[in-house]
């Protein structure tokens, strides 16, 4: 029996070689990943859909996050990409922090999406006058860098340094500030839900004594009504921090501050209200076009970018920008009144 099967095997290989040989060759030139991605535009996501304040008032408009699709680089995206319009190569070195693979890049997106619809929440709710109080923090490391000799890894919440509570990145800095270069550190954190103890060394800087981590901070908070955010597992980034904190504004006050249009944007927000420059407002604003956005929000650093953009391609849709949240909500308002 094995023998009917090797030769019928062993006949298919030699009669079919040469288109075998082909599938390999295809599929080896799609594996072979280059130190490059590919930019390409994106879509837009309904945050109506996504968001849900629980006894919310329900609006005409919608707001919704742009976002920019990302190919990783290999043989034959790489050639499409000569051939089709706005489809760009980035070198990895541009979208990595150096000594950060891809992988590590995506975790810290991941927890700046986090930090980011914190903020959200808490300006939202803050300048729509309803009650949120935050209950406690948590200071995760963003990055290590290359000068760092530690055993931390990205997403670890730094709760004690030497025995000391940390509650915030200058905390961290006071400690660490305090040490000698070549110092060990005791660190107690959290890692998935579990304590451990970590080390790390110091060394000098031209900004003093340091252990080489960034941290960013998330919020616990207790919100009034409270509101669900949706989001899917491939999701990452800080960039849809503004919208998301609009479309929990819009559900939280009478009025409509979309005037029933679609509002298609990008911007970081951070926890006092500002509003932050993002990548690719190119990729965003096309793939706003193509899902036929009334208005475009972007932040005051990308704007020139966008107005350009939208003058090469005499694109039809109105754009704004905002350094804060507050100016977006104003200039909004400002764009019903004139209509």
Request: proline fraction near 2%; aromatic fraction near 8%.
């Amino acid at each position: 029996m094995f023998t009917k099967i090797y030769e019928s095997i062993k006949n298919f290989i030699k009669e079919n070689y040469k288109e075998l040989l082909i599938l390999l060759a295809i599929f080896l030139l799609f594996m072979i990943k280059l130190p490059y991605s590919i930019y390409t535009p994106g879509g837009t996501v309904n945050l109506n859909d996504r968001i849900k304040v629980d006894g919310g008032y329900e609006k005409d408009g919608t707001f919704n996050m742009s976002y920019v699709s990302m190919v990783r680089g290999s043989i034959p995206f790489l050639l499409i990409s000569y051939v089709i319009p706005d489809w760009d190569i980035v070198p990895s070195s541009m979208i990595t922090i150096e000594g950060e693979n891809m992988d590590e890049m995506l975790e810290r997106e991941k927890l700046y999406m986090q930090e980011s619809i914190d903020a959200a929440i808490i300006n939202a709710y803050k300048e729509a006058g309803r009650n949120i109080q935050i209950t406690g923090t948590k200071n995760l490391v963003s990055y290590i860098s290359l000068e760092a000799d530690t055993n931390l890894k990205i997403g670890d919440e730094i709760v004690k340094v030497n025995d000391k509570d940390i509650s915030s990145l200058e905390d961290l800095q006071k400690v660490i500030g305090e040490l000698k270069s070549n110092e060990e550190v005791e660190l107690n954190i959290l890692r998935d839900g579990k304590e451990k103890t970590c080390r790390a060394k110091t060394y000098q800087s031209d900004d003093g004594t340091k252990i080489g981590v960034s941290l960013l901070t998330t919020y616990e908070y207790e919100a009034h009504p409270s509101v669900t955010i949706e989001s899917k597992a491939s999701e990452a980034g800080s960039s849809g921090g503004l919208m998301m904190s609009l479309a929990i504004y819009n559900q939280l006050v009478k009025e409509d501050i979309t005037g029933g249009k679609k509002i298609v944007g990008t911007g970081t927000i951070d926890i006092s209200g500002n509003v932050g420059e993002i990548g690719g407002v190119k990729y965003k604003l096309i793939g706003a076009v193509k899902d036929d956005a009334d208005i475009f929000i972007c932040p005051e650093e990308n704007y020139s970018e966008a107005i350009k953009v939208a003058l090469d391609k005499e694109y039809d849709i109105t754009i704004i920008s905002a350094s804060t949240f507050n100016e977006a909500i104003k200039k909004l308002e400002e764009l019903n009144s004139s209509n």
